[in-house]
């Protein structure tokens, strides 16, 4: 068997949909979209994510053998590494982590909240097993590489944690980089992931030293981003809204979607094309909120900025593009990266612990020796 011929299986849990991808070291050689319908929804409806591990196993297993495949390989090939997108683990350093029973057990107990993402790791060492090999997650939804002032928040009672899309964020720099003939090291850099969550972060020495994290910054298509302080004590408190549906609110049905009734972005354009001053107002507030924290991260690298990278799904939207340029293109300049493709990051993450390049972390090692709160 050639090294070219090595295939890495991938995974991606998500709410609706679990993606997977087989890839070698000459790009993709399969993807997939398995849509979750209202089935599991019932099924599964106030139990613990990992319940749903057998189902989606099947699935996927199903899936694959639909394509060709087994759940091991291809042709009496094993799969070279299997690859899940990392849950809601503890902070940790962004980097490829081997999958071991001391990940698994933090995912069990989903001490930082339930989601699907937490099912990437164990789906990924099932397949493995069964193969015979490593399993990794790469960039977890968790991993933080902040500097120490930025943990800071205002108040001891509350420090300021990274929950974001460090997995997409890195793949585009790392690409940028190799685009450019440059390490990822030598270039500082924002990178703004436009999607159904905003994450805009400032990148200095290969490591991503601050950010907004999901809780915090602007409003997206369903979260609102940060809110006035007291006006927000003050909701808590008024007997309108329960803790769970404040949180849905805030995380699910904030942003455009509290604005406008939809999440949908060509939808809002669809509505500002036919006279929709409102959805015209709400849509350019956004824009500039986005653009906002953009130069909030420029202050961050001390206006020393070698390029802004915009990537996710908003960044498909040339009315997004068009009034975001101008109010941002005076930090460096600007190259978009549209939709997202965190199939690709996660096998890039695994060749480069095949290939050597470099060094597959332990969590168990790692975790406590983090210096971050866990």
Known sequence: MTLQ?????VLNPGATSTKFGIFTRAGEELSRNLRHGDDEIRLFRGRPMLDRLDYRFGMLRNALQEAGYSETGKDGESWAAVAGRGGLLPPMDCGTYLVDDAMIEELRLARRGEHASNLGAVLALRFARTAGVNAYIVDPVTADEWQPCARISGSPLVSRVFVGHAL????VARRYARRKGRAYADLRLIVAHLGSGITISAHRGGR?????SIEEGPFG????GSLPA?????????GKMTAAELDRHLFGNGGLSAYLGTRDLLEVERRIDAGDAFAAQ???ALVYQVAKETGAMAAVLAGKVD???????MAHSERVLTMLRPQIEWIAPVTVYPGEDELHALAEGVFRVLDGEEEAKAYFKTRPASGHDS
């Open 168 to 171: 997409n964020t890195k793949a």
């Open 282 to 284: 709400v849509f350019e």
């Open 208 to 212: 991503m030293i601050d950010s907004n």
């Open 221 to 224: 298509p369903d979260r609102t």
């Open 230 to 238: 007291r006006a927000l004590a003050r909701l808590c408190f008024s």
């Open 307 to 313: 390029a802004v990278l915009l990537t996710g799904g």
């Open 5 to 9: 011929a090595d295939r890495v299986l």
